[in-house]
Structure formats: C-alpha cells, structure tokens
C-alpha cells in the first residue's frame, strides 16, 4: 500500500495568515484526495486534486481559500488562507491504495492546525 | 449532506464484552469500507466490503454488508484495550470514487 508523508504534523498560526500543508506519496496516483477532521467529528472532503488539471472542490469549499496544487504525480499541497479560529481543525490527505488489489484509501498522518 | 448514517455515536464497552456499530445509507452503495482511528491517530483502512450479504471476518471483528447494499455492521467480540478508537464507515456510491464517511463511533473499554 502506499506510504504518504504529511507536513508539518501541527502548527499554531495567527489569525489572516496563511498554511501550506504538503503531502508526498511514494508511488504515483491519479488522485490524491484533502479531507479536514473538526474535533471530534468526522471527515469532510475537501476537494480531490488531479495531475495537471485543476482541483474539484466540494460544496462549501472555494479555490481562493483552500488553493491546491498537485504538480506532478506524488505530490500536492493545501493552502489555507486567510486563516480564522473557525479553521482550526486536522487537515489529512489521502490516496487510494490502501490494501490488496488497490482498493481502500491511505491517509496522511494529518495536520493538526490551531488558529488563534 | 452526509449520506451515510452511523450510530451509535459512543460505545462504552467492558472489557471481554461484544459490541456492534451500524451504518445505514440512504442510497444504494457500490462498496462500503471501514476504518479505525486511534486517540490523536489518523484513519487506518480496515476492510471493504462490495458483494451483496458479504461478511468479511478479521480475528475478533465480523463486517457484515446488507442485502440491498445500503448497511453494514462491525461487530466487535471480546473486546480488548487495543479495540479503543473510533470506527468509521465509508461508503461509495456506483460511478462515484469520493467517500461518504459516517459520523464514527468512538469506543472506550472499561479494565
């Protein structure tokens, strides 16, 4: 299965600025998937990113806030913009691949973002 | 919204004793998976279940997909300290890669 590398693991930021989490996988996927986790809660998709095209964001996430890129086929990152306490959350990347035959999802170890 | 329904939310088990955790969706499901989160830990995959009435078996857990394929069960025996966790299911619609995940149930196990 594949192994993801997430960075950083935690950060505390100030209110307005701005995060860029990274995620490198080692080996190549189509599709590497963002997902935020609110204490306590479940995950949410934030937007599946592809090589070489832009990244689909679902319902009640925007580009400008959480811009992704994904410049090649192990790698993408998550921006968080302008950053407010309501932000404050786990940030987790995925990919599938995580058992035999190329089916469930691996996850990053997370991000796990205070915003004060 | 979430499509997928998972209860109970928690699930306070005493040591030795069995639990099962439900998820329901409103939709028919292409394949249901499962996955736990340790305390401070991410999701690790744990099974997927695709065919109609599949159980799947993994020492002490039994997963269970429903006929018409939109619920599944964990079923936990014997449970031990190191079952602590949240237990998320996930579902996928046909022609539908993204995951729909329930809300999780949060097991802690009384010594």
């Known amino acids: 299965s594949a192994v993801i590398s997430q960075k950083p693991s935690r950060d505390i930021c100030q209110r307005g600025t701005s995060l860029t989490i990274q995620c490198q996988v080692d080996?190549?996927?189509?599709?590497m998937f963002w997902y935020r986790q609110q204490p306590g809660q479940s995950l949410t998709l934030i937007a599946t990113a592809n090589q070489g095209s832009e990244a689909t964001y679902e319902s009640g996430f925007v580009i400008d806030k959480f811009p992704i890129s994904r410049p090649n086929l192990t790698f993408s990152t998550l921006t968080v913009s302008n950053m407010s306490p309501e932000d404050s959350s786990i940030y987790l990347c995925s990919v599938e691949g995580a058992g035999h035959g190329n089916y469930g999802y691996t996850f990053g170890s997370g991000t796990r973002l205070t915003v004060v | 919204g979430q499509q997928v329904m998972q209860i109970p939310q928690y699930q306070h088990v005493q040591e030795g004793e069995d639990f099962t955790t439900y998820c329901n969706s409103s939709t028919t499901l292409s394949n249901i998976q499962w996955y736990k989160q340790r305390p401070g830990g991410h999701p690790v995959f744990l099974i997927q279940?695709?065919?109609?009435?599949e159980v799947k078996k993994q020492k002490r857990l039994t997963f269970q997909f429903g006929e018409a394929k939109k619920n599944s069960s964990l079923h936990i025996t014997a449970t031990q300290t190191t079952d602590v966790g949240t237990y998320f299911c996930a579902g996928a619609r046909s022609n539908d890669y993204k995951l729909s995940f329930g809300a999780g149930t949060t097991v802690t196990v009384r010594a």
């Open positions: 080996s190549q996927v189509t599709m």
């Open positions: 279940l695709v065919k109609s009435g």
